[in-house]
């Protein structure tokens, strides 16, 4: 960043322009830096990186300078991924010092991280060698209270701005709903899979449809380096994240297999 210089930090999310947890980002985020926000004009949850590819993208200002607080706000007919690549491709006025994304009604803790519309904005960021902050709290109402993310938000954009944040890996930080929060552990993403996943329903026609639910199982609930473990326990989460999904510690054995 350059001295004397307010940092640009770009915010996005996947719940939506509207929703309650960008408005509150971007309000603590706003103290740090000059803010550009493009979001999704429509809920976009589980799009992962997807791009609008079949149809062209529109952007529409909702607001610019917002009682001068140097705040200029979109919203982009497309997914969370589009948001960023169209914003710093086209509607931003430099490369942004920052990229943060949330704040997600609900988790994005163990596996959920590579559905994760929030996460997708994360990866793009890290794709540009940019400190990238994707942040989600365990309460998927529309008008929950993120009060207790403060602490945390301002503890990771304060370290961004610092530049004490390594930029060779993004951050999946998750933040308990609880009475108390108990602390902060850096862990690793819970391994386990998706059940239950869909509920079989019939609609007024007589015709079978299928509507996407289930829960969590994780492999291993009892290890404490995993975020789940964690997260039920009353602490905010961080899981240091590559959007390289190479397997690196198997290229050598499986090449051996390849050329034997």
């Keep these: 960043m350059e001295e004397n210089k307010r940092p640009l930090i770009f915010i996005s999310n996947d719940d939506g322009y509207q929703a309650g947890g960008l408005k509150y980002l971007a309000e603590i985020a706003r103290q740090y830096g000059d803010i550009f926000i493009a979001a999704p004009s429509t809920h976009q949850s589980g799009k992962s990186s997807a791009l609008t590819v079949e149809i062209p993208l529109r952007a529409k200002l909702v607001a610019n300078d917002c009682e001068g607080g140097h705040m200029t706000f979109y919203h982009v007919s497309g997914t969370p991924a589009d948001c960023i690549k169209l914003a710093v491709n086209k509607l931003m006025p430099r490369t942004p010092d920052i990229v943060l994304s949330g704040i997600n009604h609900g988790y994005n803790s163990g596996n959920s991280a590579i559905y994760s519309g929030t996460m997708g904005v994360v990866f793009e960021g ?6 990238s902050i994707g942040f989600s709290y365990g309460d998927y109402t529309s008008n929950a209270d993120f009060t207790p993310c403060e602490p945390i938000i301002r503890q990771m954009i304060e370290l961004a701005v610092a ?7 993004c951050y999946n930080v998750n933040i308990p709903k609880c009475e108390h929060i108990n602390g902060t552990k850096v862990a690793s993403a819970a391994t386990g899979r998706w059940v239950e996943e869909y509920e079989s329903r019939i609609d007024p026609h007589g015709e079978a449809y299928y509507w996407l639910t289930g829960k969590y199982a994780p492999t291993d609930p009892d290890d404490d380096t995993q975020d789940l473990y964690w997260l039920q326990r009353g602490y905010v989460t961080i899981v240091p994240c590559r959007a390289d999904q190479t397997a690196h510690s198997a290229i050598s054995n499986i090449a051996k297999l390849i050329n034997q």
Excluded at 126 to 131: D, K, M
Excluded at 163 to 169: A, I
């Design 126 to 131: 890290s794709f540009l060698n940019i400190p």
């Design 163 to 169: 530049g004490k944040l390594p930029t060779d890996v």
